[in-house]
């Protein structure tokens, strides 16, 4: 017997064929049968200690026959009381990525481009977000004497509705209503269809690559691929980068480029300078300050203030 069990009768009991056992907290009971013992006298001796659930009847009767048979009864459970289970709060289950950033591999020979970092974790509307899992709110419990233990309920997770995401009742499943990336500010989450840097682009951005539209608060230093679904700001320069968008770009600071670098948009090409860059452009050009030994290529117009205007070396292939 474990040693947290004591025995609870006194001389009377036990002259009459009960010894009893009980645990700590009361949520179990054992017995010794001796001389004299019956179910009733049994029942009256459990009774006496306060013991009045959990009682095995079947158990009580086998054990008193046994012990009238000539057997041993040596600490036998005979009664049991109702276990307390805790509670468990609800939590909010991503279905989409939300841990740390992993470097990719990106080269056939296994060269590791530490500056494809997979920043951000795309999704698509219709996607499931996250699931909110109710909580567990735990079972109350009942020793022996009849107490009960009483546990904390598990609370409901919170989440708040945000852009670009609906809740299914039903399922208690948030998905996506639009393209985009996850933004979680607990507890607020919504789909952001544009993806904000606001520092210096370094190694801790690392090359992006978005469904949506991509913003840059200050410059775009060299090394760099930004690629967006939509449009590309940059409200600082960009330098020896390449840039990427199906929509427009925009470059308040300006560009410059170098041999290797490209800047590729489906609209507008807005820019303070172009400085040898590399431009391909399905839509307009517009230049506010200066173009030099820059090559274009634009299916729509070309504007500048001509006041400004310094060209050298400026190839125009207008088509």
Known sequence: MSESFKRITDQALEAKGYVLYVNEGFMEVRVDLSDGASVEGLYQALSSKGIVEGLDDAKIAELVDKHNGGEEVYQEVIAQGKESRSGKDGYLEFMVEMGSNKVEVTDSDGTVDFRDLNLIKEIHSGDAVLRVVPPDEGEDGVNVKG???????????????????????????????????????????????????????DFTIGNLTFIGSLFFAKDIPPGYTMQAGKNITVKGTVSSSNLM???????????????????????????????????????????????VRSNIKAMGSLFWRMELFAVVNVMLFLV
């Open 147 to 201: 107490e009960h233990i009483t546990v904390a309920k598990g609370r409901k997770a919170k989440v708040r509705l945000g852009k670009n995401v609906r809740m299914d009742e039903q399922s208690n499943t948030v998905y996506a209503t639009a393209d985009g990336h996850v933004e979680f500010v607990d507890p607020l989450v919504s789909v952001q269809e544009e993806f904000t840097v606001n520092k210096d682009v």
């Open 245 to 291: 968008a199906n929509g427009d770009i925009t470059c308040d600071g300006g560009i410059t480029g170098s041999e290797n670098t490209k800047i590729e948009c489906e609209g507008v090409l807005r820019s303070k300078f172009l400085n040898e860059a590399n431009v391909i452009c399905k839509g307009d050009v517009e230049c506010y300050y200066e173009i």
